[in-house]
């Protein structure tokens, strides 16, 4: 039986990796450096992968100048970017079943709980899981064990949703059933661990996930 859902939050709830991308990309141009995008989108859901995004610049550079640039670039775009579609609906027939609603996510509260408030979506969250809750990120199981032991749950009552192989496979190792919704900056990440992948969480709803994945919801035993 499905008793909740758990939401990543970066690429999944609001798209904040293109901005993040993005913004990278101004600041080179600002400064007639090259800018090799692949190079960033290969870090985005990988919270191991390390790399200097200001390599391309000269050693002599002002680092700190081009932070200050780029932080700004972010922050306007980030203002733009809608709740990505398909995150409301599920939200709502949540509530309406009387599902358990649970995010998990490698940013720090700092980060998720200002967009969530933002948004007009903190509400919505039973529990929130950020980096600094558990030992170790995704793609640990850490963070997802959390938000199940916070609602009483095992793995297989509990749906996944994801952008990222990172957070997926996390979603996996704790045993809950992982649903991929690919972003543009994810779209080449390997998912074959998945138990469904979308094109959208637009293409979710709560009826297909309980004939996919079985069972009645909490509101219907």
Known sequence: MLRAFVFDFDGLILDTETPLIDAYAEVHAAHGVAFDRSVFLRSVGHADYAFDPWHGFSPHAD?????VQRR???DDLMLRQPILPGVIALLDAAQAA???VGLASNSPHSWVDTHLTRLGLFEHFGFIACRE??????PEPDLYRLVLNRFGLRGHEAVAFEDS?????AAKRAHLWAVAA????TAHHDFAHVDWKVPSLAEVTLEKLVTRFGGKT????
Request: proline content about 10%.
């Open 133 to 138: 809750d558990a030992p170790s990120p995704k």
């Open 72 to 74: 700004a670039a972010k």
């Open 63 to 67: 680092r700190v100048a081009l932070e």
């Open 182 to 185: 690919p972003n543009e900056s």
């Open 98 to 100: 009387g599902l358990h």
């Open 165 to 169: 192989h990172t957070g997926s496979l």
């Open 218 to 221: 909490a509101n219907e035993r």
